[in-house]
């Protein structure tokens, strides 16, 4: 009697209830019994996918195309894969082929735009995205897609009309509206974005990220200190999946210095504790692993730790608030490095004395600050694009409240804005050990 294989149809089901070892199962025992099923290699490719094995997915995704390479979905399947193996030029290539054999196959189309941004093809995906906005004028992810391009290619006005027609026709599109309202701030163009801010909070009364651009403009209402859900709702998933790519367009240089700071420092260990605070997607993972016997990662964004765990070097990864983690126990650590995290605070003395509690005696702590420049009596500013700046009087105060000793303030270029320099603090701070009598 012949073994009984179960159909494909089955394993669809066992995905969409989520049971994606029993779907793995089915796919195995039909490929079993038919290797030259096209349709059950591709779905075992989505098992590996929605299993993190990549590289076996996108083999999978392969061999599907060998067997049947008239598939749009498959190419465009294998172009995901590609790209979250980092193969640019892969997925690129998946994407072409799948346009190609379905013109109006909108996720690929806008996937192949993308994939020409992430090889740094800018023109070619102004033109791309062009074309498609003609094709699907009543596509509101097309117009975004555009206008964040145009932003790449110092098209701002357009852009901005760009992002104004997305919204037009999507007013849930908060990616469009909160892209909308920095980009006029870039601009300087600060009565319009407070235009667009308002009239999101207005849409959406709850809005942190809207609350938060109106006080930044305003300064009616201003926090000390950047609430946690403008946080978690700034750094959500795609922002996390272009970080990276967008702070190569503008210059960012805040690893590069917290790694001088370090070499500064003259450690020549390779045991350390060490706290990434506020890690994001791991930027200085690589000047902070050699030195680390043990390295913690942190950041309120689960979104930009699911980047950071991509790079397999965190020991552990906790999605905390900040100041509550420092708070909690966490440590001692020898090394706490600070890139670009404090700009998101106003007020530093609580978030300082969380370091020196986590700090080992003669522990080192390395932070960024953007600069600022007195105005008054302010040592702080909350700045119209939503970030805080700090003056270095402010800073040594906050550090001496904080009963951590200067090292070493040093200032440097943290990004370019529009083609003005970001300038910062780069600061280096020690808990001393004090021998008592």
Known sequence: ??????????????????DVAEAESICNHVLAAEPGNAKAWHLSGIVCAQQNELAEAAERFE??????????????????AYQHLMDKDGAVKAYRTAVAIQPDFLEAQNNLGNGLVDLDETTKAVEHF????????????????????LQDAGEYNDSIDEFRRAIELDPDFASAREN???????????????????????????????????????????????????????FDE???????????????????????????????????????????????????????GHLVGVDLSD??????????????????????????GAGPFDLIICGDTLCYFGELADVLSGFHTCLKPDGHVIFTVEQYEVDGDRPYELQPNGRYRHAESFVRQSLDQAELSVVRIETGTLRMERGRAVNGLIVTGARECIDNP
């Open 1 to 18: 009697m012949a073994e009984y294989v179960p159909s494909l149809a089955s394993a669809i089901d066992s995905l969409a209830r989520g």
């Open 63 to 80: 061999k599907a195309i060998a067997l049947r390479d008239d598939v749009a979905i498959y190419h465009y399947n294998l172009g995901l």
């Open 130 to 149: 062009r074309e498609l906005s003609k094709r699907f004028p009543d596509e509101s992810i097309v117009h975004y897609n555009l206008a964040n391009v």
């Open 180 to 234: 909308l309202g920095r980009a006029l701030s870039d601009v300087t163009r600060y009565d319009e974005a407070l235009e667009v801010w308002k009239a999101w909070l207005e849409y959406d009364p709850e809005n942190a990220v809207a609350r938060h651009m109106v006080a930044s403009i305003t300064g009616e209402g201003a926090p000390t200190r950047c609430d946690d859900d403008y946080v978690r709702e700034t």
């Open 238 to 292: 795609n922002f996390a999946r272009s970080y990276e790519h967008q702070l190569q367009r503008i210059g960012y240089s805040v690893p590069e210095l917290v790694t001088q700071a370090i070499k500064s420092l003259g450690i020549n260990r390779d045991d350390l504790v060490v706290l990434d605070a506020g890690c994001g997607t791991g930027l200085c993972a690589d000047a902070l692993k050699p030195l680390a």
């Open 303 to 328: 979104d930009m730790l699911q980047e950071a765990k991509k790079r397999d070097v965190y020991n552990e990864l906790y999605e905390r608030e900040l100041t509550q983690f420092l708070m909690s």
